[in-house]
């Protein structure tokens, strides 16, 4: 099997397996508890705090809460802020292609009396930081824009737009969920008030998440209960996918460099091969700003699920779009944000790189991509038309 | 290391820690993905919702949301029932002895405008039924009660309960995260709209939780986002942990009548030669209707704490009280519902068995508790003026 659909799973690193199952065969102990077991499990907990927090640069290990996903953490960010701090207002300033933990976090506000405010973005994906500056009220207490999106890989101008947010006494919280471990995010630089990002994206664990939330910034808990997470989060921990989070934040920071360079190789290799293999498609996303591992192509007159079949019969896996939405039949918000039309959305392919893959790969994915648009566009019917024309 | 605190931390069982082992093996499957390693992934995640399914009787797999820990589901219930239930009413009925997670969930429905009633207990830490009746009122739209103690080991009433809340049209929802998998809970015997449990209690991973909902009842998601988890819980799943609970589930089914008895015996040996061992202590619960794995004991005159310490270094795990709260400095709210005296309280020890324990647990742990209570109360003010007197 070859995995071209890394966004939606990655491997685990070898390192992080022997760590994981190192972990599951030790005796399981709970950090919480006041005796030597639970001792070892607090230190397993920090260790992995700590990794974590050099990662992002975070200024202390406090400021990373472990959660169980990045859907947790976004909803823990988009809903605790707003809910901790609605006191300086209820009106939230967000982007027309955020995730939909974002969206649905929001549209839950809304329910509870808040505002939003959606800034467009371009062609390209990208939010312009004068929209933002624009939407802010006297009443915004919240700006939440991700930094790196899933479908089409654009990287928006989270500095900027965190700048504009503080000029103003507004939190700003952005969704790295597939930024974070995959390319330099550094909490201090960007000046966000939450981050909040997973530990699969850099080759660790699902069911494990992290949200930084800068000190002296109040949110609210989204799991109410014991004293976990220095407060913030109760819940008995995943220590097993704590330990192998961390491990990975560290392979993430060591090779951060050389796996950007693989992954701009792979990237560049599909980019430039690709019109030598297929005609009549568009390529996603700001090409001067994106996510390293990520291609979004949309073909022309065909469905993209049809494809996404047809290569996994030969053994890639390639996705329409994100996991977490592929579930529903709509074509994707994103793309019908940036100016796509309907028919080309629904056209559209999602490559994510991985550490695993080669240049083999890539020439594996080109041969039967090719195949498969040809094999479908022979039987569409827009294409015939179209090609009369 | 004997663990005698199960409840905090539960070893794996061999067949769980070699199916987790497994699953980190093998590539790693989005059960969300239209691909061949996507649809495997979904298998293993449907498989694990049946074993749980008929751990607890459910009526169909559907009714069994996977979540990250016994906190989240209690919140997801507590919070999501009343607040999408809000139309008929926002008062909700609980008792003095729940846990935390419950607590702070209400209190924090009560930030959005719900009462609370909550009702007490007698000495064995036991609701009466009759006391939930009364409290009920026209616009109560939810009675959450819990299962099984997880300090004193009182197992309520919760079908009687639960029959007086279907009968009057309010919701009822158990935290059943120390019974599920530990005593027989059947769901549909039971009568409950919501049950929250937890994996490790019956010897899967921490990490994972499970909540039921029964067909047909309205609850809002805690983690709003994709469409996991049949729309009601968003984030990608941690697959590793949920296969981990699924064996866990098949085996506490299987083996239930033998873990039982095994339980049983090592808490009655203990509570029969307690006598011989240590005296001016109590035993808190209920004896008739209590948690088989559990032994509450207040020594008079000194502090659990210290005893926690001393046994630790004899090389035995105990606990003051749930680890959960074990950050905590006040006396436990669930001893003092009770009637406990304040000074008792802090003297007391839970004792929590596992399968893993053998008779020979007992007696060293007996003989440890001895010699640390002997030093202690030769320290203790309190302990030499009573003497005297």
């Not at 498609?281 to 079949?309: H, Q, R």
Request: charged share 25%.
């Amino acid at each position: 099997m070859i995995n071209l659909d890394h966004i939606s799973a990655n491997p685990l690193l070898p390192e992080v397996r022997e760590a994981m199952i190192e972990a599951i065969r030790e005796p399981q102990g709970n950090p919480s508890s006041q005796h030597t077991m639970g001792e070892r499990a607090a230190e397993a907990l920090e260790r992995a705090r700590e990794s974590v927090a050099r990662l992002i640069n975070a200024s202390a290990p406090k400021e990373v809460v472990f959660t169980s996903c990045g859907t947790e953490s976004v909803n823990h960010a988009v809903k605790g802020l707003a809910l901790a701090n609605a006191g300086r207002g209820r009106h939230i300033v967000t982007s027309n292609i955020e995730h939909k933990s974002v969206i649905r976090s929001l549209r839950w506000l809304k329910t509870m009396g808040f505002q939003v405010t959606s800034v467009p973005v371009d062609a390209r994906g990208r939010v312009d930081p004068a929209h933002v500056a624009r939407a802010l009220r006297e009443d915004t207490v919240l700006v939440t824009v991700m930094h790196g999106n899933n479908e089409i890989g654009t990287i928006q101008p989270v500095e900027e737009i965190a700048r504009i947010a503080r000029d103003r006494g507004v939190l700003f919280h952005t969704d790295a969920v597939d930024s974070v471990g995959v390319v330099p995010v550094d909490v201090q630089a960007l000046g966000a008030d939450a981050v909040s990002f997973a530990s699969n994206p850099f080759y660790g664990p699902t069911g494990v998440g992290g949200l930084f939330v800068r000190k002296g910034v109040k949110v609210q808990p989204l799991l109410d209960g014991g004293v976990q997470e220095n407060n913030k989060r109760a819940g008995t921990e995943n220590l097993v996918g704590i330990i192998g989070m961390g491990v990975a934040a560290d392979l993430a920071r060591r090779d951060m460099n050389a796996r950007l360079a693989h992954l701009k190789d792979l990237r560049e290799t599909l980019l430039r091969d690709l019109p030598a293999h297929i005609d009549e498609y568009l390529i996603n996303g700001d090409p001067e700003a994106s996510l390293p591992n990520l291609v979004s192509v949309s073909l022309k007159y065909i469905e993209g699920e049809s494809v996404v079949l047809m290569l996994d019969e030969e053994g890639i896996a390639v996705s329409t779009r994100s996991a977490c939405a592929s579930g529903s039949l709509r074509a994707s918000h994103v793309l019908l944000s940036t100016g796509l039309e309907f028919a080309d959305a629904q056209g559209t392919l999602v490559i994510t790189f991985g550490v695993d893959n080669t240049g083999e790969d890539v020439e594996r994915f080109l041969a039967a991509l090719k195949q498969a648009v040809k094999t479908l566009r022979d039987l569409s019917p827009l294409y015939r038309k179209a090609a009369k024309a």
